[in-house]
């Protein structure tokens, strides 16, 4: 008798092959292509001698050094909570009590990356609308399309997302019937996966005064994912989206620290309207119960010592250099093409190229072939940062990225990248 197929569920059909998973593996085997694609960190900066000594403190210290090897709870290690919230205090430039916020609204997981799955669990039903940026993290666009959501793409410029076109999409969704569906809008709100652009203060303002006002049937919930926000290397830090919103009802906050600490030890934390609290302990504790515990008192001891923010200055001063040896390289070797352009950013890990709309970046087209085949130099696609068949999809841009190669690495990249184009063009 021939062996029966599985019969997979409908969840994992919506579940399609992830491209960061093709991309992260071509990143870590393939040695020998200059990687400009990953959106990994840079090992070099990677806090090896600080995490070790943490661990050394932790474990010495009992009864610490018993309770972090056991389980913890599901909302997060408290002392870690108690930490985050002076932490959030330093990024608003504000005290502790002018959060208003307390612990119990921190949720602790296991990256971002949780918090967005755990989120989307809990809000969306099948055709429900998350608006999002365009382009945005390609990644949550999966994560959508695996609780069958709907993604709808709002006209984005150098500013962040454009508030016009929001207000036009929220209206062109209620004449068709379904404001009653919009449960979120997605931004990333500083240095934004792939474009590296970040939203201004006005529209941070503007935002959250639409998602009040068009709050009509349901609430509806921005999501503002501030990944990147440690990593700026120009200008002011101002305030996030979250704190614009006086009522704490309308924004959740993710940070992560794994672009500015560690993605091996992958800690990061939700900051919840109180009433989506128990939604997301409860999904949370279906599928994990609880972060690890050692990260959290990892991270904890971090912050607390003052380290942390030591760490982030060198890796401000670090990635600058690979940043702007990117955009040197960008004008060395693109610069006599005609019709390409790239944003500057002044922050995160990416810099976003246009090539002319003739030229496609695809995985299937020839651009992205002769890149990797033979200049052994790999990039994003842009078209997968765009919800699929979405007017707004381009077909032409790159997502470059100065994270992983060291400088000299990152100029021959770019130097073998604009022959692909040459030769394509
Ligand atoms: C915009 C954005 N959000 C969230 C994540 C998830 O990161 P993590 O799950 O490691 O916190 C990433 C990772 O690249 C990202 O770029």
């Not at 197929?5 to 990143?27: C, E, N, P, T, W």
């Not at 474009?195 to 998602?211: F, H, P, Y």
């Not at 999501?223 to 704190?243: F, H, K, N, Q, T």
């Amino acid at each position: 008798m021939s062996l029966p197929d599985i019969r997979f569920s409908q969840r994992r059909h919506q579940a399609s092959v992830q491209s960061i998973a093709y991309l992260m593996k071509q990143g870590l085997e393939s040695r020998n292509v200059i990687s400009l694609a990953a959106g990994f960190v840079d090992e070099v900066t990677l806090p090896v001698s600080l995490v070790r000594e943490a661990i050394a403190d932790i474990l010495t210290d009992d009864p610490d050094g018993h309770s972090v090897l056991q389980y913890g709870t599901t909302a997060g290690l408290g002392p870690l909570r108690d930490n985050l919230l002076k932490h959030m205090a330093r990024l608003e430039k504000c005290s502790a009590t002018d959060l208003n916020v307390t612990t119990n609204e921190i949720v602790v997981t296991s990256g971002s990356q949780q918090l967005l799955q755990h989120l989307s669990d809990a809000l969306f039903d099948p055709g429900d609308i998350c608006l999002v940026a365009a382009p945005t993290y390609f990644v949550f666009l999966g994560t959508l399309n695996g609780v069958g959501a709907r993604t709808i793409a709002v006209d984005t410029d150098e500013n962040g997302m454009c508030m016009d076109a929001l207000e036009a999409e929220l209206t062109n969704i209620e004449q068709a019937g379904d404001l009653n569906r919009v449960k979120m809008i997605y931004l990333v709100s500083s240095f934004e996966n792939p474009s590296g652009v970040t939203l201004v203060d006005d529209r941070r303002k503007q935002v959250v005064e639409i998602a009040k006002r068009w709050s009509k049937e349901q609430r509806i919930l921005i999501l503002e994912d501030a990944a990147y926000r440690e990593l700026r290397y120009e200008g002011e830090d101002g305030p996030s989206i979250w704190i614009n919103d006086e009522t704490r009802q309308h924004v959740i906050l993710a940070q992560t620290f794994s672009k500015s600490f560690s993605p091996g030890i992958r800690v990061a934390y939700g900051v919840l309207p109180r009433d989506l609290v128990p939604a997301i302990h409860d999904v949370k504790g279906n599928f994990d119960f609880g972060s690890p515990n050692l990260n959290q008192r990892i991270v904890s001891h971090a912050i607390q010592s003052g380290k942390y923010e030591q760490h982030v200055a060198g890796l401000q001063s670090s990635y600058r250099v690979k940043r702007d040896a990117m955009l040197t390289a960008a004008d060395e070797f693109f610069s006599d093409l005609p019709g390409v352009s790239w944003l500057r950013p002044n922050g995160g890990l990416y810099v976003w190229m246009t090539l002319p709309d003739e030229i496609k970046t695809g995985f299937e087209s020839p651009l992205f072939r002769h890149a990797t085949k033979t200049e052994n130099v790999m990039y994003v696609p842009g078209d997968i940062a765009y919800p699929k068949d979405s007017p707004l999809q381009k077909k032409c841009q790159m997502r470059l990225s100065f994270g992983v190669e060291a400088p000299d690495t990152i100029r021959e990249g770019m130097r073998r990248l604009s022959q692909a184009v040459r030769h394509v063009m």
